[in-house]
């Protein structure tokens, strides 16, 4: 079952946004999750994840103004994302991996699984 994203759209620099994926068949043994993006002509960067231990990790550009969270009955990953920025602008990506942790999902970028990207744009 592929990860699924959801919750993309267009918002004014300051507004909010939830992203969602579905998990199911992600979250058994020493699992982690996260959520990456891409702008155009830029990097991919590491944006926020969580593992098994409920360990959360954040990209300093977003700490404190994104919270990623997951729903174990429903199999759901989240992002909140508050006071969105221009610069928020890029597809973000739902990842997954096993054997690994927050801090390794999101310092090493590296993971088996992802999604086929929702796209968030943050007009001024």
């Known amino acids: 079952v592929p990860l699924v994203e959801s919750g993309g759209g267009s918002v004014q620099s300051g507004g909010s946004l939830r992203l969602s994926c579905a998990t199911s068949?992600?979250?058994?043994?020493?699992?982690?999750l996260g959520w990456f993006r891409q702008a155009p002509g830029k990097e991919r960067e590491g944006v926020a994840t969580?593992?098994?231990?409920?360990?959360?990790r954040y990209a300093e550009s977003v700490e404190g103004r994104f919270t990623i969270s997951h729903d174990n009955a429903k199999h759901t990953l989240y992002l909140q994302m508050n006071s969105l920025k221009p610069e928020d602008t890029a597809m973000y990506y739902c990842?997954?991996?096993?054997?690994?942790?927050?801090?390794?999902?999101?310092?090493?970028?590296?993971?088996?699984?992802r999604g086929q990207g929702t796209q968030v744009t943050v007009s001024s």
């Open positions: 969580l593992d098994y231990d409920g360990a959360t």
């Open positions: 068949g992600y979250t058994s043994g020493t699992y982690c």
């Open positions: 990842t997954a991996d096993t054997g690994c942790t927050a801090w390794t999902l999101l310092m090493g970028g590296q993971y088996r699984y």
